[in-house]
């Protein structure tokens, strides 16, 4: 292809997806904005994990963030982050019982939400957090591609010894879109694709869940504790006046 155009590919396929998301998850979108303004209406956190690999993106994206919610509590553990070794973390997302040891130790149970995103929806981590967070009482949502869970083989050695897929499994369930195996852009006489997207889509729902709810709390009269950035003018003393309410709750503050 003539240099150049592959990114301009690559920018329509980005958009597309987005604009895909839009058209077509709005109804699921709202409906976990509604879960999360409901949360933070009662003063409760909203926990977010990405379990494996790029997935903690996803978590990290909407905590600590300008304009995000001060009640966002992400779970990012470090054994699942490529930080600490990709293949290690490869194989972490996939132990049967790991996800389960994640939830019960931040005693995510009744009266909880946690927000569970992964684009592949089937790893054993990511099985696991659902199903235990939810037989301890907690509502769950998911994000993640149901195409990508529904066309992966079930004998991958990725899924969760269930075969369960996340979307099936979670009170809320919102679609990224994202195709089976994530790069999309095929290259003549290249034997793989390139070009992920599970970055894009998974930030897009992620954030406009967190918008949606933050509109749903003002217009209710309700107006929730939202970070502004530290490196403008004001930031540090507006994020002042909140910070010691979380303190102590929020592991990785």
């Not at 006489?189 to 992620?206: C, D, E, M, R």
């Not at 967190?210 to 530290?230: C, D, F, Q, T, Y």
Request: aromatic share 6%.
């Amino acid at each position: 292809m003539i240099e150049g155009s592959v990114m301009d590919l690559y920018y329509k396929q980005v958009v597309g997806i987005i604009d895909e998301i839009r058209a077509t998850e709005k109804e699921h979108i709202l409906k976990a904005a509604h879960m999360v303004a409901d949360q933070v209406a009662q003063d409760k956190l909203v926990h977010v994990f990405g379990p494996g690999g790029h997935s903690n993106l996803g978590a990290m994206e909407i905590f600590f963030r300008a304009g995000g919610l001060m009640h966002v509590n992400a779970i990012l553990n470090q054994e699942t982050m490529l930080s600490v070794g990709a293949l290690k973390s490869m194989q972490v997302e996939r132990l049967p019982g790991y996800g389960k040891i994640i939830v019960e130790d931040y005693g995510i149970g009744r009266g909880d939400l946690l927000i569970i995103c992964n684009a592949y929806g089937i790893n054993s981590a990511t099985i696991d957090s659902a199903l235990t967070a939810r037989e301890a009482g907690a509502r769950v949502i998911g994000v993640s591609s149901w195409e990508h869970a529904e066309t992966c083989p079930q004998d991958h050695p990725a899924r969760h010894p269930s075969k369960k897929n996340l979307h099936d499994i979670v009170d809320c369930a919102v679609d990224c879109k994202v195709k089976l195996g994530d790069a999309t852009i095929e290259l003549e006489g290249f034997p793989q694709k390139i070009g992920a997207l599970s970055t894009y889509a998974n930030a897009y729902v992620l954030n406009s869940i967190v918008v949606e709810a933050i509109n749903i709390l003002v217009n209710k009269g309700i107006n929730p504790p939202v970070w502004r950035s530290g490196n403008c003018p004001g930031g540090d003393e507006w994020n002042n006046q909140f910070i010691g309410h979380f303190r102590g709750k929020i592991k990785c503050l």
